[in-house]
């Protein structure tokens, strides 16, 4: 995949790395677009979870940076990994609002699914999002993922129900679809 014009790249934690990601995880506005639950996270819990993240060989989780300047700006993940079946649950949050919408969400989506079809050998890659989050809909439509279905009232958040989407791509669709707009 040709990424010369992309603005951001995926590395992995570092322990340090809690003193950024405490403040997306503190931030209520993170917390009502994503699909966990909300909990409060202490200067210690964020530091633990990030060296967990460091080394859990079950998930493969990234931060996402800028180019310009090795800033950290979010984090994106391939969860429930089956290598029986080829297939994993994709994950992202842009934790800075100010880089909201302006496509480096996208971009991330691209080179973690890339690196899941090219160096691991996934088959099929799926997302949870919430109904409500049309923003992450459209981001996952960009990159080539289709609406699979919706589980109803399957997540209680913010004192209600609510739905998701299941949206995924195969890996023969991803590549074709990077052809199509120039960038395999």
């Known amino acids: 995949m040709n990424t010369t014009n992309f603005r951001v790249y995926l590395r992995a934690f570092e322990t340090d790395d809690y003193k950024t990601t405490i403040k997306w995880h503190r931030d209520i506005e993170i917390w009502n677009m994503v699909v966990g639950p909300k909990y409060f996270v202490s200067t210690e819990y964020e530091k633990k979870w990030i060296e967990d993240t460091i080394w859990n060989k079950d998930q493969i989780k990234l931060g996402i940076c800028l180019k310009e300047n090795d800033k950290l700006i979010g984090s994106c993940s391939l969860s429930k990994i089956d290598m029986l079946n080829r297939s994993a649950?994709?994950?992202?949050?842009?934790?800075?609002?100010?880089?909201?919408?302006?496509?480096?969400?996208?971009?991330?989506?691209?080179?973690?699914?890339?690196?899941?079809f090219s160096e691991r050998?996934?088959?099929?890659?799926?997302?949870?999002?919430?109904?409500?989050?049309?923003?992450?809909?459209?981001?996952?439509?960009?990159?080539?993922?289709?609406?699979?279905?919706?589980?109803?009232?399957?997540?209680?958040?913010?004192?209600?129900?609510?739905?998701?989407?299941?949206?995924?791509?195969?890996?023969?669709?991803?590549?074709?679809?990077?052809k199509e707009k120039g960038i395999a």
């Open 89 to 116: 649950v994709i994950g992202i949050m842009i934790g800075n609002n100010n880089y909201w919408g302006k496509g480096l969400g996208s971009e991330a989506i691209l080179l973690l699914s890339d690196f899941a």
């Open 121 to 178: 050998g996934f088959n099929r890659i799926w997302a949870y999002i919430l109904e409500s989050n049309i923003a992450s809909q459209k981001m996952f439509k960009k990159c080539g993922y289709k609406i699979e279905g919706l589980l109803k009232q399957s997540i209680y958040k913010n004192g209600k129900f609510q739905n998701q989407v299941i949206m995924s791509i195969l890996q023969e669709e991803f590549y074709q679809m990077l």
